[in-house]
């Protein structure tokens, strides 16, 4: 019977012998960005990769994710490993589409790569058979929060109930039969150094407001007109005063943009879109700005005597991770870079839909270097994919290995001392609670 250390060098062996492959596997996603639930091209690679490696696998769940799956030599719980296939809209980024502006300012690209890696160097035949359990290999679409209003009419087509791509995989049932799940994000953080495990994440809600006023001619009778930007102003004027109500410590987070500021400057607006998320660190904090800022939005319709109409639709749960998987973590990281190169973060006050999953089951989302530039910014690019891609590949084979070998005696630990929050039905019973529309007209 092989030891940890030995699987872990077999393991090893095979990333380092397809790296340029893996390398180049993300480099062609790089190039080819596609936000959420649009990720055709990038689910098609992943499956063909999933083919060449002769990975059973199921494709089109949550409209572009694909779960693969393998077995090890004995009985044992399922861990799932993920990757994120989508990537953002930032049209100045160096690597963006030109017609669509999607790019891969966040390092999904890379993600793939190291579940694939990841996937490659456990199946072989000298690895998967000392491990006890199943790994599922998933591919999630549409983690980033964007496109709401086309995210929307998906879901009003019946397409998908959830605009993020873990809970659709939630709601569909293909976290029924996993235990424990873990994946990786590049980072350009410097307290995170080359590789870093992280505490929380804020969660959010997401907003789309409609403002209707009335239209008359802006310059001959603007008396008889209602002018829905003013009173769109006027509620983002409310929210910031508000800010100060905040609780410093529950890293609340309010950030409204216009989508639609009316439909031409000869005429008073009378149709004006927003969006906006509402985050933080526990449910409480959320609901009670989330309360608040209903509030200053009604504030700016009444002020003018405009209609809001305010839809809030669920977004991602607060994020808690697993502290057992993160030692684990830590310790193969030490061994891979060195301790003074692993970093830890507390605290995040973006948001994740892994936040989701954790609250099912125990998560680990740790974080590897290699990117330079602000995280979703036009600069945020991979500079170092040896350690993007490869190293990050190999933490988290090394710490699959350390949870599902010896008869998967550390996942089952894991496991056993875990108490979820809620199952995954009762989540997705309380994630259709926070839905809500509704209409205040003010004369």
Not at 42 to 58: H, I, N, Q
Not at 174 to 197: C, G, N, R, W, Y
């Amino acid at each position: 019977m092989p030891t940890k250390a030995e699987l872990k060098d077999r393991a090893f062996a095979e990333i380092d012998r397809r790296a340029d492959e893996l390398v180049r596997l993300s480099q062609q996603i790089l190039a080819n960005p596609e936000p959420g639930f649009r990720e055709f091209k990038t689910a098609a690679l992943v499956g063909e990769k999933f083919g060449e490696m002769g990975v059973p696998f199921r494709s089109g769940l949550g409209m572009t994710g694909l779960r693969g799956e393998i077995i090890g030599g004995s009985d044992g719980p399922t861990m799932a490993i993920m990757g994120e296939l989508d990537s953002l809209i930032v049209n100045q980024h160096p690597h963006a589409n030109g017609e669509t502006g999607a790019a891969h300012a966040c390092g999904h690209h890379c993600q793939i790569a190291m579940m694939l890696g990841s996937t490659m160097a456990l199946m072989q035949e000298g690895v998967l058979p000392h491990l006890s359990g199943r790994i599922v290999s998933m591919a999630v679409p549409a983690e980033e929060y964007i496109e709401i209003e086309y995210r929307d009419g998906l879901r009003r087509d019946g397409k998908i109930e959830f605009l993020g791509g873990k809970p659709e995989f939630i709601r569909l049932g293909e976290f029924d039969d996993v235990h424990l799940a873990m994946m990786m994000h590049t980072t350009s953080t410097p307290i995170e150094k080359q590789l870093a495990t992280t505490g929380t994440n804020n969660g959010t809600v997401a907003k789309k407001i409609q403002f209707v006023g009335k239209g008359a001619h802006a310059g001959g009778s603007p008396h008889l007109g209602i002018n829905a930007l003013n009173a769109a102003t006027l509620a983002m004027t409310a929210i910031h005063f508000n800010r100060e109500t905040f609780v410093d410590t529950d890293t609340v987070r309010v950030h409204p943009i216009i989508t639609k500021g009316g439909e031409a400057v000869s005429a008073v607006p009378a149709d004006v879109r927003m969006e906006t998320f509402v985050r933080g660190k526990t449910l409480d904090a959320i609901m009670d700005a989330n309360r608040k800022v209903d509030r200053a939005l009604r504030a700016g319709a009444m002020a003018v005597g405009a209609t809001v109409n305010i839809q809030t639709i669920p977004g991602y749960l607060p994020m808690i991770q697993n502290s057992a998987m993160q030692e684990i973590f830590r310790a193969n990281a030490g061994t891979l870079v060195g301790s003074d190169n692993v970093g830890w973060n507390p605290h995040r006050t973006g948001s994740t839909d892994m936040g989701d999953v954790s609250a099912i089951m125990p998560v680990l989302h740790p974080y590897v270097g290699g990117a330079t530039g602000i995280g979703h910014g036009a600069d945020y690019v991979i500079q170092d994919y040896q350690l993007a891609v490869i190293t990050g590949a190999k933490a988290m084979t090394a710490t699959v290995i350390d949870l599902m070998a010896d008869g998967a005696e550390e996942a089952n630990r894991v496991v056993a001392n875990h108490r979820a929050d809620m199952t995954s039905r009762e989540y997705v019973n309380f994630m259709r609670t926070l839905a809500a529309e509704e209409s205040h007209t003010e004369g």
